[in-house]
């Protein structure tokens, strides 16, 4: 077990309540196993997260949280909770999986850390002052489920709030891009494709047209943005003009105040695949904008230093840089309280994020590592956050 004391000079009553908050983490690591590979092989899409919820509900209560389900009125949505001090801790739980991918984000070890996390500080809540809650918090990838939680009047009332999220490799900084989801359709004429293709409107055309202006934009975009999506309906026959077509597209800038130029930039190629083929254009949000992450630097320096203590190593600069091209719902709550979101290694390189052999590094050793290391450093961050005053925490940060 690691020595707290003498990794980062603590007092003796920090070092005891780390202490205590590892020996929590080490001693339920089954249990948090088991929970992450419940999830993985049960994967379950934004908004269905029926079977997720209750498995991380129910570890919860087991660790003397009250849990409410369904909050807020967002069936997958959890709120547990746990002691009554005046120092509020939010700690987030991500569940949903990736559309024919599972869990190529690793959202299970998200979860599973975090209970790991909330059941360790359970027990030092009344010494330490604090309320500990868990959020469950559906539809990140895609659906905002932390902006609806937001626009229904959680979070605003945290002191802090911290996730970790698994990646190729350990980053401290989370510098996520802001982004928004756009469901795209064209609605035309159907016709018979050789008999009478005069009398169709052709809304797959439409969509021919509007992806190579936006490849064409891509030339004179800057380098930190971004413009992906998929088209999701093409048309039913080969020999019917299609009358339909949809897709969804990501817009992704440094900030809200970039993203929203940039979405008007990208409007105007759907509106080029419109105009050139007569079909009508409709373009509806999926969710409210994410924005880009504000990172709490004084929190940062607790979760650095304890994560090296604990024989963590973070990437290089450039590698940093890329993982940071992502986006996050989190971004939205890191607007209204202190929050940080690192990234903790799987060790899959070169296999990334978003691709099946993720999925398959988000279970095994060196996963199971990755979620016993995340549940001990976010308790370990709490306690340094709640014992340490700001000027005690004077260290500056580098942009690992």
Request: net charge negative.
């Amino acid at each position: 077990m690691t020595d707290p004391a003498a990794a980062l000079a603590d007092s003796p009553r920090t070092a005891a309540l780390k202490e205590a908050a590892e020996k929590a983490v080490l001693s339920q690591s089954a249990a948090l196993i088991a929970i992450s590979e419940s999830l993985h092989s049960h994967p379950e899409t934004a908004w269905q997260e029926y079977r997720a919820a209750g498995w991380v509900g129910d570890a919860l209560s087991a660790a003397g949280f009250q849990v409410s389900l369904n909050y807020l009125g967002l069936e997958t949505a959890l709120l547990a909770e746990v002691g009554d001090g005046p120092v509020i801790i939010g700690l987030m739980a991500e569940y949903d999986a990736l559309p024919g991918l599972g869990h190529a984000c690793g959202h299970n070890l998200i979860a599973a850390s975090t209970v790991g996390a909330g059941a360790a500080l359970a027990p030092l809540a009344d010494e330490l002052g604090i309320t500990v809650r868990v959020y469950g918090t559906p539809a990140e990838e895609g659906g905002g489920g932390k902006i609806e939680m937001i626009d229904a009047g959680a979070f605003k009332d945290l002191d802090l709030a911290m996730m970790v999220h698994p990646a190729p490799v350990d980053v401290a900084e989370a510098r996520p891009f802001a982004v928004a989801h756009h469901h795209i359709a064209y609605d035309g004429v159907s016709a018979h494709a050789a008999a009478y293709p005069d009398q169709g409107v052709n809304a797959n055309d439409a969509f021919i047209v509007a992806q190579v202006a936006l490849g064409l934009l891509r030339q004179q975009l800057p380098a930190d943005t971004r413009v992906h999506g998929i088209q999701t309906v093409g048309g039913s026959a080969p020999n019917a003009i299609p009358e339909r077509t949809e897709g969804r597209w990501y817009v992704r800038a440094n900030t809200l105040a970039e993203l929203e130029e940039l979405e008007q930039r990208v409007r105007k190629c759907f509106e080029a695949g419109a105009l050139a083929t007569g079909t009508r254009l409709s373009i509806t949000p999926e969710s409210r904008p994410y924005a880009e992450f504000r990172t709490d630097h004084r929190l940062l320096d607790f979760y650095r230093r304890n994560a090296q203590a604990r024989g963590r190593v973070f990437a290089a600069a450039d590698t940093a840089s890329r993982m940071n091209r992502a986006s996050t719902d989190m971004g939205n709550v890191s607007q209204l309280v202190p929050a940080i979101h690192p990234y903790i290694g799987v060790d899959s390189l070169p296999y990334s994020n978003h691709q099946k052999e993720f999925a398959e590094a988000c279970r095994g050793p060196a996963a199971e590592k990755a979620l016993l290391d995340a549940a001990v450093f976010m308790a370990w961050t709490v306690i340094d956050a709640v014992t340490t005053s700001s000027t005690e925490s004077t260290d500056s940060i580098d942009s690992a």
